[in-house]
């Protein structure tokens, strides 16, 4: 008689990461989460707001989980999907409520899943936000065994009037750049091509540990800011680099002149272009360049924000134009 386990599906192994997991999870719940793990769907009690409008985002990390399955570093990617989600929804303003993850595999390693899980915990818990559900799918024949898949759900809240979509932008207000703390979690395609060998050493350490820095969490940063000064856009720097993301936020008949120059391009960013022979646009069309997130705001607010934020650049001003970005 065949069982499910014999097909490849430990249900025990799926008990177990829920039990390594369960403890970290609680530490992230609030007054707001009304029940347990385990339950069939997750309660979260909105209150204590005026108008609130629910703002949510779906990502994952991409090819950069392949660099930290073969590296055996299970510990970040779970910030990281954390980041690529809530860095999104903060773009609107929305300070995030609760996060799900969605994690796939071939064959279950309990201590393995649960790492993973824990970097999303330590995310959870830096922001404020609570893990209140998730999905751990074994499937066999789908994945090879060792391969993983990660992806996760925020939702955040932010009032309506408070709501930050881009369309107060306007003429010679300033484009700051807050900086990034590596690749992020894109582009990983292009960098494996790269950087064939995950194990030569850069920089005194092995190149994966330099890869798999986590993304950089904006959260913090943005609060700051709002706390003293008005915002009128944010471009959360992810695929597409600069080039792509920040005219999402400008309204039509102005323009994002950003010079370049002022630009801290991480070194390792500048190793994959001299060793690939990267063209620059490519550069930054697909890369974050050092800049994860752009904010708009006004020119007499620049110098106590770059004060505010270590490592924050003044990028350029928003000018009349046909095209949304200019590089200069």
């Known amino acids: 008689m065949v069982t499910y386990k014999e097909s490849g599906v430990d249900k025990e192994e799926g008990y177990q990461t829920v039990s390594k ?10 007054t707001h989460v009304l029940n347990e ?21 779906t990502d994952g990390v991409g090819t ?3 660099i930290a399955l073969d590296s055996h570093i299970y510990n970040t990617v779970g910030i990281d999907c954390f980041a690529m989600c809530a860095n999104d929804i903060l773009c609107h303003g929305a300070k995030p409520l609760f996060f799900l993850d969605y994690l796939a595999c071939g064959k279950l390693n309990s201590d393995i899943a649960a790492e993973i899980i824990l970097g999303i915990v330590k995310a959870c818990k830096e922001t404020g936000t609570a893990l209140i559900g998730g999905e751990t799918a074994e499937m066999p024949g789908m994945y090879k065994t060792g391969d993983y898949d990660l992806a996760g759900f925020c939702v955040g809240v932010v009032e309506r009037n408070e709501i930050i979509d881009g369309s107060k932008i306007t003429e010679d207000q300033a484009i700051i750049g807050l900086p990034s703390s590596g690749f992020h979690s894109n582009g990983f395609s292009l960098i494996r091509k790269i950087f064939t060998d995950i194990n030569e ?12 820095t986590p993304t950089r969490l904006y959260q913090n940063d943005i609060l700051k800011i709002q706390e003293n000064f008005p915002i009128f856009g944010i471009a959360h720097i992810t695929g597409g680099g600069l080039l792509e993301n920040v005219p999402r936020i400008i309204p039509e008949g102005l323009c994002a002149k950003i010079e370049t120059s002022k630009i801290n391009i991480p070194p390792i960013m500048k190793e994959l272009q001299r060793r690939g022979n990267i063209k620059e646009m490519e550069m930054f069309g ?10 708009i705001v006004n020119p007499e607010n620049v110098l106590d924000i770059l004060q505010l934020i270590e490592g924050s650049m003044f ?8 095209e949304k970005i200019a590089l200069i």
């Open 64 to 66: 950069k989980l392949r």
């Open 37 to 57: 793990i385990g339950s069939f769907g997750a309660f979260y009690e909105l209150s204590g707001y005026k108008n609130p409008i629910l703002v949510s985002g």
């Open 201 to 212: 050493i850069y920089d005194n350490k092995p190149i994966y540990e330099t890869l798999l």
């Open 21 to 30: 997991i369960k403890n970290a999870v609680s530490q992230t719940y609030n």
């Open 286 to 295: 697909t890369f974050n360049m050092g800049v994860g997130m752009c904010i």
């Open 315 to 322: 990028l350029g001003s928003i000018k009349h134009g046909k």
